[in-house]
C-alpha cells in the first residue's frame, strides 16, 4: 500500500496508473483521510463496497420491523399487515 498526501496527488499522474491501494493523508495533520482504490480492484470493491450497504440497510429495516411491532393499533386505525 503507497501513503501519500493530496498535494502528491495531485500534482502526478502516476498515482492514478498504479496497481495498489493508496492511503491518503492530510499532510499537515499527518491523518488518515481515505483511499483511492485503482480501477484494477474495481470489481472487488464495488461487491465489497455492495455488502456493507446491504447489512446497513438489513439493519435498518430490522430496526424499523422491530419499531412497528412495538407499536400498538389503536381503536380507529388499520393495521400495516406486518408481523
Known amino acids: 500500500m503507497i501513503e501519500a498526501t493530496l498535494a502528491n496527488m495531485r500534482n502526478s499522474s502516476d498515482f492514478f496508473r498504479t ?19 485503482p480501477q484494477i480492484f474495481k470489481d472487488k470493491f464495488q461487491k465489497f463496497v455492495d455488502s456493507i450497504e446491504k447489512k446497513r440497510r438489513l439493519a435498518l429495516l430490522n430496526r424499523v420491523s422491530k419499531a412497528q411491532k412495538k407499536d400498538p393499533i389503536e381503536d380507529g386505525s388499520s393495521d400495516d399487515g406486518v408481523r
Open 19 to 37: 496497481d495498489s491501494i493508496i492511503k491518503i493523508l492530510d499532510g499537515r495533520k499527518k491523518e488518515e483521510i481515505g483511499f483511492f482504490v
